[in-house]
């Protein structure tokens, strides 16, 4: 059975394979040991500990409830509802990670009742809306990750109350907590001031961030990160680890329009809250605490039942663990007798909330810690993913499974982040072009029917990776090797069925099927969004296009271009001088090109997407768009400068 694992050594059958070629290899046959006296096994922490997660966690002070659907004894908790569905694969298989699928079990469909006044929208998708009722209204914390994700948790909460939405809480900028809001409000209640949507000043511009500036790239990686281009079910994703499934559907933003730097004390509809910023996955995480209620609202700070992303491989900026573990202690100074969170079933008592904060900040410490320990003895990544592995205290706590984030790639980025990419051997910062140093390891490992020959040899000794590392040379040099490829794919195939890491499992399942070149683009991630663009501020729209600019074809040219709006009265200027953009708040003289409108065209405009062109031509006639300076061919000259991003299917990340 593939869940009943080996330990990762190098098998005699891949030694024979490239013996017989007259090419010796360098790593022992026998097992690693690393410089602590640890067997050197898998970087899955569940398994080179060997520890049981598929059992069930028994503790006096943290335990769950028979429903499944908390921790606790019931006494304020409560299942309102549960619609007897799930959006998680729960079955067992061969395929899938019998760890995998306990943890799918947690995320059934509930209204869950925490207080006489709060509720909790569970199991609907990845997020976990929050309903807080008032005395005239209702408060929002967390919207959902889509608009029609959040009608579907909006229709469960309407059987509760018809009392209006007062405000809307966004914990942090991430797409899966922020973009049901338009189920909940509409500009015109946000800009009354009817509605108040609240959030860490920070917000705006991550959400920028990640909707323009690599959002094609964050887009593309984050479908590898769920799985997105196969099928759902044994053969693909089974869960996303926060929950059982991110509900694909609208992105909508509407900007905050009451914010805090760092704590927020407010009363709405008659309950008193404390919005604090607590910097952890992201800079911008907020918490909310009723003090009279002591119901803590932890948002992502806790990345549900998991242990957390310290570094996602789906890529993001370097996530500082140290500010992580300091900001879970803030946390624990509430006195907390109910914690919810965006993800992860609810904690009832005080106890138990001690128990998980504290293990959750010891963790993080402990990884972050050791790394920096064991990086001042001059060890590399390589060596750090050996040594430090968590204590069997914490790496078999049930809030700790290696479900989302690992500690083996943590400790990689907290090397990166601290001390950048080099190692210290000067070869890396010269190595011999990608392609070219395919080519010669080919030629030394015997050549490409060699390669394929001891690669098959490490699958049948479960060595899956390593297989699908040495396979990586002949497809650089012949991308239409389909030999190797799927030789690569079936590796791929197999490493997943014993992952315990809902991402490691998704992105060697994504990766199996561009290497077979079988993608499905039609339940694709992307985080590109007319409404969120059209949401952001004006100078993060006309920011975003500088690192978009073709280099190579301006570094002669000398051009400005400015916008002057008449509604917002605001003014840009995009100057590009030889090889760069600058951008200017404010309308240059010098401009070549002045285009004179309003944010309300240029948002129309943007919301045209291939047919801008005839939109403009439009608001040309209805002498909504005009050119003070210049004319409609400069306009196309200046645009002309700018990349257009690659296509999902153009964007290769294993085949290349």
Known sequence: MISQFKPLSLGLAVSVALFTSGYALATPTTQAQSTVGQELQTSAAAQYQNIQLEQRYTSSTLFEHESNLFWGEGKRIKV?????????????????????????????????????NVYLGYGFGLDTPVMIEGDDGIIIVDPGESVQ???????????????????????????????????????????????????????????????????????????????KH????????????????????????????????????????????????????????????????????AAEVLQGENFPNLHTIRGTKFRDPSMWFKGIDVMR???????????????????????????????????????????????????????????????????????????????????????GFFEGDPWQLEPMAYEQRAKAFVEIMGGRDNILKTAKAAIEADNF????????????????????????????????????????????LNAAAELEGTRDFSNMISFASVDVLTALPSKQIFDMMTSTLVAEKTLDVNMAMSYQFSDTKEAFTLEIRNG????????????????????????????????????????MVADEFGFAQGEMKDFGRFMSYFDTPMTPEQLMLIVR
Not at 186 to 206: F, H, M, N
Not at 264 to 288: R, Y
Not at 612 to 618: C, G, P, S, T
């Open 80 to 116: 309102l509802s549960t619609t007897g569905e799930t959006l998680a694969y729960t079955q067992e298989s061969d395929h899938v990670h019998p760890a995998l699928t306990k943890h799918g079990r947690k995320m059934a469909q509930a209204i869950i009742k925490v207080d006489h």
């Open 149 to 227: 994700m959040a009608e579907v948790v909006k229709q469960q909460f309407r059987q509760i109350t018809n009392k209006p939405v007062k405000a809307i809480i966004y914990s942090h900028n991430h797409i899966d907590h922020i973009s049901g809001v338009r189920a909940w409000a509409t500009d015109e209640q946000v800009a009354s001031g009817e509605i108040k949507i609240i959030a860490q000043e920070g917000l705006t511009a991550a959400v920028a961030n990640w909707s323009s500036n690599l959002g094609t790239l964050f887009g593309h990686r984050t479908s590898y990160t769920g799985a």
């Open 230 to 297: 196969v099928e759902e079910g044994e053969h693909g994703t089974v869960n996303d680890g926060l929950g059982p499934r991110f509900m694909q559907g609208d992105i909508s933003f509407i900007e905050p329009n009451v914010t805090l730097k760092d704590r927020l004390d407010i009363t709405i509809a008659g309950v008193p809250m404390q919005i604090v910023n607590v910097p952890s996955e992201t800079k911008d995480e907020v918490v909310v605490y009723l003090p009279e209620q002591k119901i803590l609202h």
């Open 333 to 419: 100074q509430f006195d907390t007798e109910v914690m919810i969170n965006s993800h992860g079933r609810p904690v009832e008592g005080k106890a138990a909330v001690d128990n998980v904060l504290t293990a959750y900040r010891d963790a993080i410490q402990f990884t972050h810690d050791q790394t920096i320990r064991y990086m001042n003895k001059g060890m590399t990544p390589d060596e750090l993913v050996e040594v430090v592995k968590l204590p069997k205290h914490l790496a078999s706590h049930p809030w700790l499974g290696e479900h989302y984030g690992t500690v083996a790639h943590a400790v990689r980025q907290i090397y990166v982040g601290y001390n």
């Open 465 to 508: 990776t390593f297989a699908a590392e040495i396979l990586s040379y002949p497809i650089t040099v012949n991308k239409q090797d389909m030999q190797a490829r799927e030789l690569k794919a079936d590796a791929y195939k197999a490493w997943a069925a014993a992952q315990v890491n809902i991402n490691w499992r998704n992105w060697a």
């Open 580 to 619: 760069i953009v600058q951008l200017h708040e404010q309308a240059l003289d010098c401009a070549d090109v002045k285009i004179e409108t309003s944010r309300a065209v240029l948002n129309q405009i943007l919301m045209a997407g291939p047919n801008a062109q005839k939109v403009i031509a439009e608001k």
